[in-house]
């Protein structure tokens, strides 16, 4: 087991680059599954994450050529139609390999889907549309898995009940190589899948977003091979512009697009954040203070749920009185406790609303209503150090982000988290000048 030890305080200073998208590449990894030809893709981020995804796909029938940023992924033919369960426990988009293998094998047998612990995380409105386009899936809770055959998959139209990401991916996997035309309404409208279409799309793939919230599949008969390259990763982006803002507003971000995180921006500049473009860099930091302000999380085009853990410590150094509503996960505030015992003063509470069950993304049924869904931060806290520990992998990015700023030596186990969507975190942050150390943890090995 590893750990970080980081001695905080210290200004940080210098370029880094942004690594291509985690909640991409694991999708364009899956869509090359779908051709018999080879799929290159490039700006790979090196995650572990990705190097799980890449071991299933092999074990499925793939080749995979590994360079540097690039792999090239070629799946003759389909050898193996089942996940094992400790993969899917690993990795949430395992479960998204149902799609390649429904329609290449007619058969799958794949595990109810892990990831980061962040909420109950059902794939219930997945299933419902994979089986509206002819699939029979059945779930045995014996052994958690999801056993799915079809003789072919057809186009149908289904409405999503609310917002998912890897859902709506999952139905456009599904859709393309379907006979006839898929519609998706209330289809979620991350950039992330707008991404996974123009690679599909670059594989010959039919398929066009006909408004915000409604995407148009015409299934073909085949696909071919294509080179992509992965979009920039928002979130690392933001965890970095909030990891400049707050060790003195010296971090030059290379080549990063904007475009996609306006909502950020937009709370950054009311917090008293600004940012200078120049040449193809951005830097962010802090005017002067740090004003309180209150976030609703919501999906795209909104405050995303992954950018809430980094915003509170910001906001444990504003004036006053911040808030945080979580409505897309019932269980994202895994970081608070840890916080607190760095001098934080955070406290839940559930604020009330009016239509609980239309406001909140996830089922609001009996076991999510107990947790609570906000949090308020009382500034402006000296931070300080601590032993830490990460439930999950923007949490993880949020108790580095506090190390960096607390003032004496912190100790943070379940790094692991962290190696789940961010490449070589510690390194680029040691070379920006933080003092950050791995160090093998031997505790209990004899
Ligand atoms: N939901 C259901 N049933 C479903 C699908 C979703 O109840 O069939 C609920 C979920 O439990 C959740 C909410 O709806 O409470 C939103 O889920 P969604 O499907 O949109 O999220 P996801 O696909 O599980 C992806 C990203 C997340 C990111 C969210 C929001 C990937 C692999 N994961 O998750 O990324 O936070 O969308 O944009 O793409 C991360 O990178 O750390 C991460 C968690």
Known sequence: MKKYIINGGKKLKGETGISGSKNVVLKAVIAACLTDEEVELSNIPKISDFYTLLDLVKRIGATVRLVDHRVAIKLSKIKENSIPIEAGAKIRTSSMLLSPLLLRAHSAVIPNPGGCRIGARPIDWHIKGLE????????????????ATVNGLVGTTFRFKKNTHTGTETLILAGVCAQGRTVLENAAQEPEIDDLIKLLNAMGARIRRENPRSIIIDGVRKLHGAHYRIMQDRNELVTFALASA????????????????????????????AWEEKDSTVRFYLKSRVFPTDIITSSYPGFMTDWQGPWAVLMTQ????????????????????????MGAEMSLYNPKVEHPLSFYNFNYDHVNRRYKHAVKIFGKTPLHNAVLAMSDLRAGATLVLSAL??????????????????????????????????????????
Do not use: P, Q
Not at 255 to 263: D, F, Q, R, W
Not at 427 to 443: F, H
């Open 405 to 446: 700023i607390a003032k004496g030596e912190s100790i943070i186990f379940g790094i692991e988290h962290l190696d789940r969507g961010y490449e070589n975190f510690d390194k680029r942050l040691k070379a920006l000048g933080a003092n950050i150390k791995v160090v093998e943890d031997t505790v209990g090995i004899t």
């Open 318 to 341: 504003a004036d006053g009185t911040s808030t945080i509503h979580e409505t897309i996960y019932e269980n994202r505030f895994g970081y608070i406790e840890e916080l607190n015992k």
């Open 246 to 273: 707050l060790t003195g507003g010296g971090i030059v971000i290379k080549n990063a697009g904007l475009t996609h995180v306006s909502s950020f921006l937009e709370k950054f500049k009311e917090v008293g954040g």
């Open 132 to 147: 509206k386009m002819g699939a029979r899936i059945k779930y045995n809770s014996r052994d958690g898995y999801f056993y």
